[in-house]
């Protein structure tokens, strides 16, 4: 799968999951500020309110990030209120790098099978 894909698909989950919980994108953005930061600064917080809206627009923003804001929102205490399911396979060096990618791969088809269902049903 491309990475532009992963993108959208993270993107799309983001999105919905913030339309669940209520959240406006500027209070997403200081529950993420607040969570990978170690300092409060109402400055930046403002800051990165600006940048947050320009990833959640952006398709080539990176996996790696909307990764992280998904993590946190799937963290979050007002998250348990909803019906979020997070597959994340955490490799173990136990097994080989062939079945470890394999099992990543599954962990990624379950995540998109329930959000295909999250979507039918929520249309």
Do not use: C
Not at 17 to 28: T, V
Not at 33 to 49: A, C, G, R, S, V
Not at 93 to 121: C, F, P, V
């Amino acid at each position: 799968m491309g990475t532009k894909q992963t993108s959208l698909e993270l993107l799309s989950q983001i999105k919905e999951l913030i339309a669940q919980l209520g959240w406006s994108q500027n209070k997403l953005a200081r529950i993420l500020y607040t969570e990978l930061n170690e300092w409060d600064d109402d400055d930046e917080i403002l800051k990165f309110q600006e940048k947050l809206k320009k990833d959640l627009q952006r398709p080539t923003t990176k996996v790696e990030r909307l990764r992280v804001y998904l993590d946190v929102i799937v963290r979050h205490p007002d998250a348990k209120e909803i019906d979020v399911v997070f597959n994340k396979y955490s490799p173990q060096n136990s097994i080989s790098s062939s079945l470890s990618k394999a099992m990543g791969d599954i962990s990624q088809e379950i995540d998109n099978a329930y959000n295909k269902a999250l979507h039918r049903t929520s249309r």
